[in-house]
């Protein structure tokens, strides 16, 4: 019996159940197992999870007591949206006068169209007295006789008067119905938007509770003590009570969680994740470390539910090649597995004997033009991941490596039929697929602005072998599939962080404001687990939509140990210069803490002044932060305010377009703070102020500053 202390992390897919165990200090996988998703079960999707969750106990040798962390993370409520299973929602439009008018138009949202021909199921009653109990037993008992299951409260303004909705909330709670008030949901402003995000997660709250009373309960039954997180649609993961508050964080958290590993498995630090299945290839972009949030459309519109920004392109391992006119013409979007083909390149040579080309139709509607071959042992389907191998392009050991001989056999006809060799047609499949992707990821490169020299990519998913190596053999960006690629989802899930994100609308927001909202947030997390020394805040401010955003990060416990590989001077200094691309002779150490070193060097041009590079490497040996042009000074935090007030003062910069002060990055202990979101110098320096109060006056710190152009 081992004494290990074991991070879990579940991910529930439409068909199956995958979960991981991670060592809690050296983050390494120790065990992986499969079960099938419980739809069906009296006790749904929780069965498949303590299933799982079972076999991997047994596999690794610990006890339920051993886990430190448990997560998971759930398609449940995005299927719900898609399939179009969801409560009826009983919406309470308060308000009188013009407030009557903007309310009773709320009740346009019964036309929201779930599926084809399925619009979200909706009852609407208005409220003119919030304070009038009698008003609103009438207007609930009005939407409980049209089905209602679960209730909205919503008024106009009440992100700064909430106490219309809350009377509302409170005069019904006797019907003993899940209910929400819509400033509960978000504190932006915009009564439509607002609601509509909120009426869209009451449409799931219902079946959401059950599901994680149920969790609970069976994780609780299981003997494991440690707190049930779940995944979110944002890349962290929240505790269970908050799920039930906000079910709705939970949609899209599919991709989240495959990005949530890539950034702590592979520790990407300017790149995409592409994470491939068998159909579809999911792009996702981390830039500075960080992953790229933007508010997600959900049912045609957009909502305030902040997701990661996820592109998705129709080409898999699985995707099937597609002829005609003696050359290929495309790449899916059909799947063999849509198609109920096996994959050519998976059979044996004696079943491929004899084997002929066939175009077919996948589906009925489709065009006759997939290529397919009829031989010996029946019809297979030849696919993205068939060329993979072809070419040699799948590593030892993956989860989609083949016998590269059987894959040269299974592209033999169609190469015939291009009238070309094996390795020629490989490629021209690959190219096919990869085209779309590339597509994609050029301009995603572009809308984030990311650095093309530093960009790296790195694929997840059972099909990732298919699509990131050739992609970045043809666009010269480096290219690596991730470890464990076939589980990286459930890892993500396993090593995800807690996170809450507050957003308040301020006008002319003052350093108190700010400092609120981050304060906020950063008591979030800590209520939800996150170990309070480890919190960090990202506060941002934008001056055109008068928007305060804090973004709060935190490791529960054991995530504050000490990883268990450290880099040494060499390596740090080989990583530097490789994002650098420069020469390591030309690199220099420009200051250091105890757990970042700073590297830099001089780019000169013939008609430009010099510009200072700077990377910040980890002590792993990974790159945290790029900044192209920047200044670099040492002090203490005792010295900090002096300091960085004139290095701000420095490097703001004034115009037409009003003030921008400096993007200013603070290296102290552990951590990066990055205060680069704030444009304002003296919300700035209160930040700045903020993220040293409770540090020694002789700690070093490091302050890397870049001038905005």
């Known amino acids: 019996m081992t004494t290990h202390r074991i991070r879990v992390g579940i991910d529930v897919g439409g068909t199956f159940t995958d979960a991981v165990a991670v060592d809690a200090t050296s983050l390494e996988l120790l065990g992986q197992v499969k079960v099938p998703t419980s739809h069906h079960h009296e006790n749904g999707v929780a069965h498949g999870i303590v299933e799982a969750l079972d076999r991997l106990l047994e596999q690794t040798g610990n006890s339920p007591e051993d886990v430190a962390f448990l997560a998971?993370?759930?398609?449940?409520?995005?299927?719900?949206?898609?399939?179009?299973?969801?409560?009826?929602?009983?919406l309470l439009g308060i308000g009188t006068g013009p407030g009557a008018v903007m309310t009773r138009r709320l009740a346009a949202f019964r036309h929201l169209e779930l599926t084809p021909g399925k619009r979200l199921p909706l009852a609407y009653a208005h409220i003119g007295d919030p304070g009038d109990a009698a008003a609103v037993g009438r207007a609930v008992d009005a939407v409980v006789r049209e089905g209602a299951e679960v209730l909205v409260a919503s008024q106009p303004f009440s992100v700064d008067r909430p106490e219309g909705e809350e009377a509302v909330l409170d005069a019904a709670r006797e019907r003993g119905l899940p209910m929400t008030a819509a400033h509960r949901i978000t504190s932006l402003y915009g009564l439509r938007k607002r609601t509509r995000t909120a009426v869209v997660n009451a449409a799931i709250l219902p079946r959401m509770l059950a599901t994680a009373d149920l969790v609970d309960a069976s994780v609780t039954k299981a003997g494991v003590t440690a707190p049930l997180m779940v995944m979110r649609c944002d890349g962290g993961v929240m505790s269970l009570d908050e799920m039930r508050r906000r079910?709705?964080?939970?949609?899209?958290?599919?991709?989240?969680?495959?990005?949530?590993?890539?950034?702590?498995?592979?520790?990407?630090?300017?790149?995409?994740?592409?994470?491939?299945?068998?159909t579809s290839t999911d792009i996702s972009v981390v830039r500075r470390g960080k992953v790229a949030v933007r508010h997600a459309t959900i049912l045609g519109k957009t909502s305030y539910l902040s997701a990661l920004d996820v592109r998705t392109v129709g080409?898999?391992?699985?995707?099937?090649?597609?002829?005609?006119?003696?050359?290929?013409?495309?790449?899916?979007?059909?799947?063999?597995?849509?198609?109920?083909?096996p994959y050519a390149c998976f059979a044996t040579r004696d079943q491929l004997r004899d084997a002929r080309l066939a175009l077919v139709r996948p589906m009925a509607d489709d065009p006759a033009d997939y290529a397919v071959l009829d031989a010996a042992?029946?019809?297979?389907?030849?696919?993205?991941?068939?060329?993979?191998?072809?070419?040699?392009?799948?590593?030892?050991?993956?989860?989609?490596?083949?016998?590269?001989?059987?894959?040269?056999?299974?592209?033999?006809?169609?190469?015939?039929?291009?009238?070309?060799?094996v390795a020629t047609a490989a490629a021209r499949v690959l190219d096919a697929g990869t085209d779309q992707v590339r597509a994609v990821v050029d301009t995603v490169i572009g809308d984030y602005r990311l650095d093309k020299d530093t960009v790296v990519l790195v694929g997840g998913g059972g099909g990732a072998?298919?699509?990131?190596?050739?992609?970045?053999?043809?666009?010269?960006?480096?290219?690596?599939?991730?470890?464990?690629?076939?589980v990286i989802s459930p890892i993500g899930v396993?090593?995800?962080?807690?996170?809450?994100?507050?957003?308040?609308?301020?006008?002319?927001?003052?350093?108190?404001?700010?400092?609120?909202?981050?304060?906020?947030?950063?008591?979030?997390?800590?209520?939800?687990?996150?170990?309070?020394?480890?919190?960090?805040?990202?506060?941002?401010?934008?001056?055109?939509?008068?928007?305060?955003?804090?973004?709060?990060?935190?490791?529960?416990?054991?995530?504050?140990?000490?990883?268990?590989?450290?880099?040494?001077?060499?390596e740090r200094l080989r990583a530097a210069a490789a994002s650098l691309k420069s020469d390591p002779a030309q690199v220099r150490?420009?200051?250091?803490?105890?757990?970042?070193?700073?590297?830099?060097?001089?780019?000169?041009?013939?008609?430009?002044?010099?510009?200072?590079?700077?990377?910040?490497?980890?002590?792993?040996?990974?790159?945290?932060?790029?900044?192209?042009?920047?200044?670099?000074?040492?002090?203490?935090?005792?010295?900090?305010?002096?300091?960085?007030?004139?290095?701000?003062?420095?490097?703001?910069?004034?115009?037409?377009?009003?003030?921008?002060?400096?993007a200013l990055r603070l290296l102290v202990g552990a951590r990066i703070a990055d205060l680069s979101g704030v444009l304002d110098p003296q919300p700035l320096l209160a930040l700045a102020r903020s993220e040293l109060r409770a540090r020694a006056a002789d700690e070093p710190l490091v302050a890397v500053v870049e001038a905005r152009t």
């Open 247 to 278: 079910p709705l964080l939970t949609v899209l958290s599919g991709p989240a969680a495959g990005i949530a590993g890539a950034l702590m498995r592979e520790r990407i630090s300017e790149g995409l994740f592409l994470e491939t299945g068998g």
């Open 377 to 421: 042992g029946g019809r297979f389907a030849i696919t993205m991941t068939c060329a993979a191998n072809a070419l040699g392009r799948v590593p030892e050991g993956d989860f989609a490596r083949s016998d590269q001989e059987v894959a040269k056999a299974a592209l033999a006809p169609l190469a015939a039929a291009l009238g070309v060799d």
């Open 72 to 90: 998971h993370g759930t398609t449940q409520a995005t299927n719900a949206l898609l399939e179009g299973d969801v409560a009826t929602v009983g």
């Open 315 to 341: 080409v898999g391992g699985g995707s099937m090649v597609r002829t005609g006119g003696g050359r290929i013409t495309a790449v899916g979007p059909r799947s063999a597995h849509i198609a109920g083909l």
């Open 465 to 486: 072998a298919s699509v990131t190596p050739h992609l970045a053999a043809v666009t010269g960006h480096e290219g690596r599939i991730a470890r464990h690629n076939e």
């Open 494 to 570: 396993a090593l995800a962080m807690v996170r809450e994100q507050i957003e308040r609308i301020i006008p002319d927001a003052g350093q108190e404001q700010i400092l609120a909202v981050r304060a906020e947030a950063e008591q979030a997390v800590v209520a939800q687990g996150a170990a309070p020394d480890g919190v960090e805040v990202e506060v941002t401010v934008d001056p055109q939509t008068n928007t305060v955003r804090a973004v709060a990060t935190g490791a529960t416990e054991l995530r504050t140990q000490d990883r268990a590989h450290r880099a040494d001077d060499a």
């Open 589 to 662: 150490v420009l200051a250091s803490t105890p757990a970042h070193t700073v590297f830099g060097t001089e780019v000169r041009g013939r008609f430009r002044a010099p510009r200072h590079p700077v990377r910040v490497v980890d002590a792993d040996g990974v790159v945290r932060l790029h900044a192209r042009d920047a200044r670099v000074e040492t002090t203490t935090v005792g010295s900090a305010p002096r300091v960085l007030a004139s290095l701000v003062e420095e490097a703001t910069s004034y115009g037409d377009g009003g003030v921008r002060a400096p």
